[in-house]
């Protein structure tokens, strides 16, 4: 997700502030955001996007990296900082050293959302009604495919958003398109269809240790028999390997609802909750 050749898809839409931290000309950390004002976002058009940083950060370096960003944001005239935490799950080591400045420099949490997280090495059992629709899924002989219809996908995807939500994906099928051609193993399209027709679909991100849902969707007739759930299982399987599956957010406007239903859902396939959290560091 940090990389240019995701970051820069929405390039028109955002003005980039991605900022390089660097200790005795050895760069040590990164910082990708864009500003909006006086305020910079880290990033606008992205989930989250806290400091990254290597295996040789030590707790005092991130102190020193924050005092160092303080100044050049003071520097330059920016207000404020909203800084969007990486969640755990996508850490390939502990790496929380930033949020001990981040509590030193007074930054205040301000939204948290809550996503669903399966740990595939250790999963909570699924419910029997879970298991049912499952097996109901087999027997309806519904097929598991991975696809590049996006411009079919988002058909439905659109669908439901607007119905439930009032609302639409944030992609649309021509930038979808080009990711999956930048990231054409990171990227990937699963459907599950009976007799030619689209039931339920997942686009996926694949992390090293990690798969993400950026989209799930099902018709009527997809939820009626299972279809979106023997795609889950079915990816869930695939993917087992991977250290955790990720659902993403079952809260709506930023944070101050919460989608009951979506997320007794997701935690119905054994996961359990992890927090996408933003801080406001005003200076």
């Not at 995807?157 to 609302?167: A, F, G, P, Q, V």
Request: proline letters at 2%; charged letters at 30%.
């Amino acid at each position: 997700m940090f990389e240019r050749g995701f970051m820069d898809y929405h390039a028109d839409r955002f003005t980039d502030f991605s900022l390089m931290f660097y200790e005795d000309n050895k760069l040590v950390a990164l910082l990708p955001a864009s500003i909006h004002g006086d305020e910079i976002r880290s990033h606008g058009g992205l989930t989250y996007g806290g400091i990254i940083s290597g295996n040789k950060m030590k707790q005092h370096r991130m102190n020193d990296c924050f005092d160092a960003l303080e100044t050049f944001l003071r520097e330059n005239n920016i207000k404020s900082l909203l800084y969007k935490r990486i969640p755990y799950i996508f850490y390939k080591a502990p790496a929380d050293e930033d949020l001990y400045p981040l509590q030193i420099k007074g930054a205040k949490l301000i939204r948290r959302d809550v996503s669903t997280t399966i740990d595939l090495t250790n999963p909570s059992k699924m419910p029997k009604g879970r298991k049912a629709q499952i097996s109901r899924a087999k027997r309806e002989n519904i097929s598991i495919e991975e696809s590049n219809n996006f411009e079919k996908f988002l058909e439905l995807e659109n669908k439901i958003l607007s119905e439930r939500h009032n609302t639409k994906a944030v992609h649309s099928a021509e930038e979808l398109r080009l990711l999956k051609s930048r990231f054409e193993n990171r990227i990937h399209l699963f459907i599950a269809t009976k007799d030619n027709s689209l039931l339920a679909a997942s686009l996926i991100f694949e992390y090293d240790n990690l798969v993400h849902t950026q989209y799930m969707a099902s018709s009527e007739l997809g939820r009626e028999l299972g279809a979106l759930d023997l795609l889950i299982s079915t990816l869930m399987e695939k993917y087992k390997n991977k250290k955790y599956f990720d659902f993403g957010i079952s809260t709506e406007q930023n944070g101050t609802i919460f989608n009951t239903g979506l997320c007794a859902q997701k935690e119905s396939f054994g996961g359990h909750t992890v927090c996408y959290d933003f801080y406001e560091w005003r200076l």
